[in-house]
C-alpha cells in the first residue's frame, strides 16, 4: 500500500505482559515517528528515527519503552512489563526529504487490563 | 508550561461563520509550524504550514504566524459542519527534527 501501515490495529493485553507494535512507513521515507495519544489529548512524541539510528528518543516515559528499526524501514515499538497507564493509541507516522509533513498511520489501540 | 498549548474548547461556530483557533509556543527558536486535523478515531492529517511571519492562505483556511509573540493560528472561513474536528497545532523546534504537538482544539460547526 502507499500509506504508512501499523499492525495490529487492536491489542488486548493483561498488566505486566510484553507487546509489540509494528509500523512500515511510506516507501523510501527516511524519518520515523512514533505518538502516543490518549482520548482528548494531543499526540505525545516518544521516539523519532533517521534512517536507523534514534535521532532523538527523548519522549519515552521509561526503560519499558523500547523502539527499533534496524533496516532504515519497518519499526517496532516495544514495550515490557505493561501497565494500565499504557492504554492509548500508538500513532506512527513517517516524513520524506525536507518536507515537514508527517504522513500518519491509522494507529494501534492498545488496551491493558 | 507546557511546549504547545492550544485551548481545548470546544469551540462552537455556526454553518458560514469563521473559526478562529489559537495556539502559543514555548521554544523562541521554532522553526516550522503545523496545523492538522484528526477526525474522531482517525489519524491525523495536514492541512497548512506556515514557516515566515504573517498570513497563509490556502482555499477556506488561513494561518497567521507572529514569532516574536510565539503564536500561530488558523481561521476557517465559510465554516462547513465537515469542518467539526480536532485541530491540532505543531511545532518544530529550534533543534532537530522532533514535531511537538499541542492538545488541540475540538471544532463544532453547527447547520
Known amino acids: 500500500g502507499a500509506g504508512v501501515s501499523q499492525t495490529p490495529s487492536n491489542k488486548v493485553t493483561e498488566k505486566g505482559k510484553y507487546v509489540e507494535l509494528r509500523c512500515d512507513p511510506i516507501s523510501g521515507h527516511t524519518a520515523l515517528y512514533w505518538y502516543r495519544q490518549s482520548l482528548g489529548q494531543g499526540p505525545e512524541f516518544l521516539i523519532y528515527?533517521?534512517?536507523?539510528?534514534?535521532?532523538?528518543d527523548s519522549g519515552l516515559p521509561n526503560d519499558r519503552f523500547f523502539a527499533v528499526r534496524p533496516e532504515g524501514s519497518v519499526s517496532t515499538l516495544k514495550i515490557q512489563r505493561t501497565e494500565r497507564g499504557d492504554s492509548a493509541v500508538y500513532l506512527c507516522a513517517s516524513r520524506g526529504g525536507g518536507s515537514g509533513e508527517l504522513f500518519f498511520g491509522e494507529g494501534s489501540r492498545l488496551t491493558v487490563l | 508550561q507546557k511546549e504547545v498549548e492550544q485551548n481545548s474548547g470546544p469551540l462552537s461556530v455556526p454553518e458560514g461563520a469563521i473559526a478562529s483557533l489559537n495556539c502559543t509556543y514555548s521554544d523562541r527558536g521554532s522553526q516550522s509550524f503545523f496545523w492538522y486535523r484528526q477526525y474522531s478515531g482517525k489519524s491525523p492529517e495536514l492541512i497548512m504550514s506556515i514557516y515566515s511571519n504573517g498570513d497563509k492562505e490556502d482555499g477556506r483556511f488561513t494561518a497567521q504566524l507572529n514569532k516574536a509573540s510565539q503564536y500561530v493560528s488558523l481561521l476557517i472561513r465559510d465554516s462547513q459542519p465537515s469542518d467539526s474536528a480536532t485541530y491540532l497545532c505543531a511545532v518544530k523546534g529550534a533543534a532537530g527534527n522532533k514535531l511537538t504537538f499541542g492538545g488541540g482544539t475540538r471544532v463544532l460547526v453547527k447547520p
Open positions: 528515527f533517521q534512517g536507523t539510528g534514534a535521532a532523538d
